[in-house]
T-cell receptor, first 114, second 112 residues
Framework: DVKVTQSSRYLVKRTGEKVFLECVQD?????MFWYRQDPGLGLRLIYF???????EKGDIPEGYSVSREKKERFSLILESASTNQTSMYLC?????????????FGPGTRLLVL | QKEVEQDPGPLSVPEGAIVSLNCTYS??????FMWYRQYSRKGPELLMY????GNKEDGRFTAQVDKSSKYISLFIRDSQPSDSATYLC????????????FGQGTILTVHP
């Protein structure tokens, strides 16, 4: 079974803090994704990566950056956390090729920025 | 207008009912259609995956895709309280390799 793990289930941070969210997958997937999920807005793509050291902006990249130094690990960074970044953050991975659309999700990190 | 529209509900049905969940979309390049199920405080899990038009059945679940109408559906037969969750449609295709566009999700409650 594909397993995607996220470093924290719940996180509370102060405005202006730098926040790191870590995601690790154990299925040797090439593609990794970061989403945020908010009520009434569904899942929105922040950043994604098709390979190590490669990153692409999603639909809402402002205020975020990412790092992918190893194939299995994809980190989301909030450079200076703000209250409007309070949300549920979901990491996902998928294989390359014909099954690239089949994304597998981690359990999510609920971030509260005070 | 959003690329994918999904009625957020909430939808409440008695146990044993047939449930119909629907999404419409505007991007004719979409070819891959997925349904995810998300339990409270969990990540989404892939439920059904369909390529192009047609039907796909898996146990009590049936996914239908009508590309001519840009409309997809998920049917749940003999619904159970354990089916209570948020159901998300997602789709992909064209130049958006591997990227999914999600609907807002429909909250379903099946009461005993």
């Amino acid at each position: 079974d594909v397993k995607v793990t996220q470093s924290s289930r719940y996180l509370v941070k102060r405005t202006g803090e730098k926040v790191f969210l870590e995601c690790v997958q154990d299925m040797d997937h090439e593609n990794m994704f970061w989403y945020r999920q908010d009520p009434g807005l569904g899942l929105r793509l922040i950043y994604f990566s098709y390979d190590v050291k490669m990153k692409e902006k999603g639909d809402i990249p402002e205020g975020y950056s990412v790092s992918r130094e190893k194939k299995e690990r994809f980190s989301l960074i909030l450079e200076s956390a703000s209250t409007n970044q309070t949300s549920m953050y979901l990491c996902a991975s998928s294989p390359s090729g014909g099954a690239a659309e089949t994304q597998y999700f981690g359990p999510g990190t609920r971030l509260l920025v005070l | 207008q959003k690329e994918v529209e999904q009625d957020p509900g909430p939808l409440s049905v008695p146990e044993g009912a047939i449930v119909s969940l629907n999404c419409t979309y505007s991007n004719s390049a979409f070819q891959y259609f997925m349904w995810y199920r998300q339990y409270s405080r969990k990540g989404p899990e892939l439920l059904m995956y369909t390529y192009s038009s047609g039907n796909k059945e898996d146990g009590r679940f049936t996914a239908q895709v009508d590309k001519s109408s840009k409309y997809i559906s998920l049917f749940i037969r003999d619904s159970q309280p354990s089916d209570s969750a948020t159901y998300l449609c997602a789709m992909s295709g064209g130049t958006s390799y591997g990227k999914l566009t999600f609907g807002q999700g429909t909250i379903l409650t099946v009461h005993p």
